[in-house]
């Protein structure tokens, strides 16, 4: 079935309608963050304000890992070996901690969200060059999915790159204590916008399929 871009569009923001409730884990590492902050600023003191943001986004950050280490290391053992999946996990968990912690700038903690969307991105955009689907065969392991996976990887590509953008425009725009508050809401926003990208990939295909 053919569609225009406008039709494309009115679908994809037709999906955020029938969005279900979100989780409030989503929440969480925000939270900790926006209360943090104020707190540490406190503490700290004027002069220190920079310890201070670092500090409440380490705090978040961790929390923020701890929460998805275990789907991180389901989606690694579908890939790797047990102790090659130990000494990644490991790695992803805690090296941005440690280089957080060591340089203890908030410019790095704006970059390391970059970053993230930049190591994501590019294992989907390596995928869509290699003709593969493993990462989104990941991601969306039920068999209903399996059709979906080329379309469901070259849209995660789109959707990693197009958040590096936007994280990238708001640290050159805004305050970094502005930025605090995009980061605390990211996850929220992320899954939304996310999901409504799976729905209209998973709606196209199976018009495409009916059609």
Same mark, same amino acid.
């Given at each position: ?48 304000? *920079?310890? #201070? %943001? $670092?500090?409440?986004? +380490?705090?978040? @950050? &961790? ?25 990644? *996990?490991? #790695? %992803? $968990?805690?090296?941005? +901690?440690?280089? @957080? &912690? ?7 903690c ?21 003709g ?55 996850p929220?926003i ?22």
């Open positions: 079935m053919h569609r225009t871009p406008f039709d494309l569009v009115r679908l994809f923001l037709s999906l955020f309608q029938d969005l279900p409730p979100l989780s409030r884990s989503l929440y969480l590492p925000g939270a900790v963050l926006l209360l943090g902050y104020p707190l540490l600023s406190v503490a700290f003191g004027s002069d220190h304000s *920079a310890n #201070a %943001f $670092a500090t409440a986004f +380490l705090a978040a @950050l &961790a929390v923020r890992i701890a929460m998805g280490f275990e789907g991180m290391v389901r989606r690694l053992l579908t890939r790797y070996s047990v102790g090659r999946t130990i000494v990644f *996990a490991l #790695a %992803f $968990a805690g090296v941005p +901690l440690v280089v @957080l &912690a060591l340089a203890n700038d908030p410019l790095w704006q970059r390391m969200q970059s970053l993230f969307y930049v190591v994501i991105g590019g294992i989907f955009l390596q995928d869509v060059l290699n593969r689907t493993a990462t989104a065969a990941s991601f969306w392991p039920d068999a209903e999915m399996r059709d979906h996976l080329p379309n469901l990887t070259r849209i995660m590509v789109v959707y990693n790159f197009t958040f590096l953008l936007l994280n990238e425009t708001m640290i050159r725009i805004t305050e970094p204590s502005h930025w605090l508050l995009f980061w605390a809401v990211l929220v992320g899954h939304m916008v996310l999901r409504a990208m799976v729905l209209t990939v998973i709606n196209l295909d199976d018009n495409g399929h009916r059609a």
